[in-house]
Structure formats: structure tokens, C-alpha cells
Nanobody, 125 residues
Framework: QVQLVESGGRLVQAGDSLRLSCVAS????????VAWFRQAPGKEREFVAV???????SYSNSVKGRFTISRNNAENTVFLRMNSLEPEDTAVYYC???????????????????WGQGTQVTVSS
């Protein structure tokens, strides 16, 4: 059974950094595209970053240059390093994984089969 567990979210101040972790179990994460999405209260779930099966990464414009997604296959974990955090980054962050997703769908949350429970990131001004 495929499971994803996020951690690392907490309350920080604007300008701080955080690293979120997404630990996979039940499968080898190297075979999956893994993405981070976020959802703020009253807003739609939003794409943040993705690392595909070839370890090619992509970011939303709002986080490009500040966030970095990476994968550690030995730990079966995907990380999201977040620098220069802004109050607008406040949201629940979810990781999602899929083994069959095509490149054109990597930013579409509806195309992912496996999800974690989310971790709250709150950035105070």
C-alpha cells in the first residue's frame, strides 16, 4: 500500500526558511513523479513544485528561485526547501506521487493518485 507522510511545517517569520519532507512507504519513490501542492483557506489547491522520474524539476512562478525540490532515494524521501518565506506562502502543503503521470499533467493535482495528509506552514509578517 502506497503511503506518503509529510512533515516539517510550522510557524515561522517572513524571511525564514523551512524544509518539508515527504516520506514514502510501500514503494520505491524513484519510480514516481512527486509534486508539492499547497492550499490556503478559501483557495484552490495550487501547484508548487515537481520532480519527475528523471529528476527534472519544475516550479510555479510564485516560488521559483526561493523553493527547491529534491529527492533522496536511499531515504525514500522528497524534500521541499523553502527560503525567503512570505506570508503569502501560508498554506497546508501536500505531497503527491504518481507512477504513470505524463509530463503535460505534472502540475495538475487531479492527475495524482497518491497523497499525504498535509503539513501546515504559517508565515507571519
Amino acid at each position: 500500500q502506497v503511503q506518503l507522510v509529510e512533515s516539517g511545517g510550522r510557524l515561522v517569520q517572513a524571511g525564514d526558511s523551512l524544509r518539508l519532507s515527504c516520506v514514502a512507504s510501500g514503494y520505491s519513490i524513484r519510480r514516481y513523479a512527486v509534486a508539492w501542492f499547497r492550499q490556503a483557506p478559501g483557495k484552490e489547491r495550487e501547484f508548487v513544485a515537481v520532480i519527475n522520474r528523471s529528476d527534472i524539476t519544475s516550479y510555479s512562478n510564485s516560488v521559483k528561485g526561493r523553493f527547491t525540490i529534491s529527492r533522496n532515494n536511499a531515504e525514500n524521501t522528497v524534500f521541499l526547501r523553502m527560503n525567503s518565506l512570505e506570508p503569502e506562502d501560508t498554506a497546508v502543503y501536500y505531497c503527491a506521487a504518481d507512477s504513470r503521470i505524463i509530463t503535460s499533467s505534472l502540475r495538475n493535482h487531479q492527475q495524482y493518485d497518491h497523497w499525504g495528509q498535509g503539513t501546515q506552514v504559517t508565515v507571519s509578517s
